[in-house]
């Protein structure tokens, strides 16, 4: 709607779209269909066509004057740079309409903001664009010099980086709506309801908490081992602790595969028997012990097996940075061994939280399930994990219990990243269509889907198999429901606790 104003008053000529990868179709289709504006998608496809066309020596972004170009490409000098030659120093009558502005911003879990690829982009670019436009509905990371470094892209006159965000300033610039804001003047927005699913009386040798006890019990040699190290050693050690924990956390089967990673590599260290210093490692190299990539990072595009052997890589990096002599990591090594053998009996089986799952499914969406021919009524759900291992957990572990029922093979989807952009499309179509059309009724999405992706049509039930330790995460899965056009008068976003 700003875009259209603007463009009725004569004050942007030309417009660069700068949205994530998973989106960039989306906005390309409601463009054209809700506003009749065409865009051309600035892409590998188009720039190699417009250079068979036209000749190499052509600057693609002279070619039309409204683009939509992914985060990811923006990031890459080779789009980049023409960009900037098509701007120059400042262009007049141009805007710059950038999606999730929250991924902008510079991480930070330190005293300063650190720029990512995509800060030091946008920080380059935006002071080109006359008019800026940015948008976002989630919350900032809660670090103000981050949230002043956003602003100060917006309008380098008014805000400073480092410097505290004066309220009257900040509302010059920013316009923020919540949905009772709206619910005030008439607007429908479903009311959220968020189910917590506690899971209590498990037999203390259940290999959830078995597992747990004895992760639990491997910090302390390790941390004991460490305690004269480098600094960087001791960070390494943390991180290889937390991606195990958070691994457990989320499924028995994502744990065991990245515990073999870890464990073959202390083994191999330890039969090495060196006790020569390992090289120091940066821990920016090891960002998906941390947490996966979602639909803002250039590896959601990858396909599922190239990001596992990047997070096996680092596994093993951050293994051999905090490693030692063989001598002094025998107790972890037994404690691994341990904990692998739980893992590798219990990783195929249901756990508790799957069967609380199956068990809702058979009370909401198939009520006869375990008959042969077992009818499906119209309701859908979406689960959110982390990890592929999960989901693919989740999928062997539904499509068994669901095995039987009437049109058991085309129940059940996923939604990943690397799936390609016309998979994406259909899946979407497929799980927005109306039920009594499309047999699918249950969608398994990693975070890759958790922007963006508009999935409230037919369903109105959300489940967090895992619960991801960044809130800004939960509440972006919640929003691919809990938003307008929800049929639903309440949408409900389930959540599991393990009391143990």
């Known amino acids: 709607l700003i875009l259209r104003e603007l463009l009725m008053r004569q004050k942007v000529r030309r417009c660069v779209i700068c949205v994530p990868p998973s989106v960039v179709r989306q906005w390309w289709d409601e463009m054209e269909e809700r506003f009749g504006l065409t865009f051309v998608i600035y892409n590998r496809d188009f720039v190699s066509r417009v250079r068979q066309e036209r ?83 989630t919350p900032h990371n809660g670090h103000s010099n981050s949230f002043s470094a956003i602003l100060e892209m917006l309008d380098p006159q ?10 009257a300033s900040r509302d010059a610039v920013m316009i923020r709506r919540l949905k009772h804001d709206l619910r005030e003047i008439g607007e429908e927005f479903p009311e959220r309801k ?46 290889v602790v937390i991606s195990l924990q958070k691994r457990l956390l989320s499924s028995i089967e994502a744990f065991a595969r990245t515990l073999d990673v870890h ?10 028997a060196s006790a020569a210093q390992p090289p120091e490692r940066r821990q920016a190299t090891l960002s998906l012990l941390v947490s996966p990539p979602g639909s803002d990072d250039e590896r959601a595009a990858l396909a599922e097996e190239e ?31 341990e904990m692998a053998r739980i893992a590798n009996q219990a990783r195929y089986e249901a756990d508790s939280r799957l069967r609380h799952l199956v068990a809702w499914v058979k009370e909401n969406l198939c009520p006869d399930l375990g008959a042969s021919g077992a009818h499906w009524n119209d309701r859908r759900v979406l689960i959110f994990t982390e990890y592929t291992d999960t989901k693919r957990y989740l999928i062997q572990q539904l499509q068994a219990a669901i095995a039987g029922s009437d049109l058991d093979g085309d129940r059940i989807m996923t939604f990943h990243g690397g799936i390609g952009e016309k998979r994406r499309e259909d899946i979407k179509a497929a799980f927005n269509a109306d039920p009594a059309r499309h047999p699918l ?19 109105a039930d959300l489940f967090h198999f895992d619960v991801p330790w960044n809130p800004s995460r939960m509440e972006q899965r919640n929003g691919r429901i809990d938003r307008k056009l929800q049929r639903s008068p309440e949408v409900r976003c389930h959540y599991f606790v393990v009391r143990q």
Not at 90 to 98: C, K, M
Not at 322 to 327: I, L, M, Q, T, V
């Open 55 to 137: 000749g190499y020596a052509i600057n693609p972004w002279k070619t039309h004057t409204r683009f939509i170009i992914s985060q990811a490409l923006v990031r890459d000098e080779a789009y980049a740079g023409p960009l900037r030659d098509w701007l120059g120093e400042f262009a007049g009558r141009a805007l710059l309409i950038l999606d999730e502005a929250h991924n902008v911003a510079p991480a930070s879990g330190a005293k300063y903001a650190i720029d990512s690829k995509l800060t030091r982009a946008v920080r380059d670019l935006a002071p080109r664009f006359e008019h800026k436009l940015f948008l976002s509905a």
């Open 263 to 272: 464990r073959r590599t202390m083994k191999r260290q330890a039969d090495e």
């Open 307 to 337: 990001v596992a052997a990047e997070e096996d890589a680092q596994m093993e990096a951050a293994t051999v940075a905090s490693s030692g002599p063989a001598e002094a990591m025998g107790p972890e090594l037994e404690l691994l061994h």
């Open 158 to 167: 008014k805000f400073c980086r480092g410097i505290p965000v004066h309220h």
């Open 194 to 239: 968020v189910i917590r699913i506690d899971i209590d009386g498990l037999p203390e040798d259940a290999p959830e908490l078995a597992l747990s006890h004895l992760l639990q019990q491997y910090r302390e040699p390790r941390e004991t081992r460490l305690k004269a190290a480098t600094k960087s050693q001791r960070a390494s050690a943390m991180l």
């Open 441 to 459: 009724r249950i969608l398994v999405a990693t975070d890759a889907a958790r922007e963006g992706i508009n999935l409230q049509n037919h369903c």
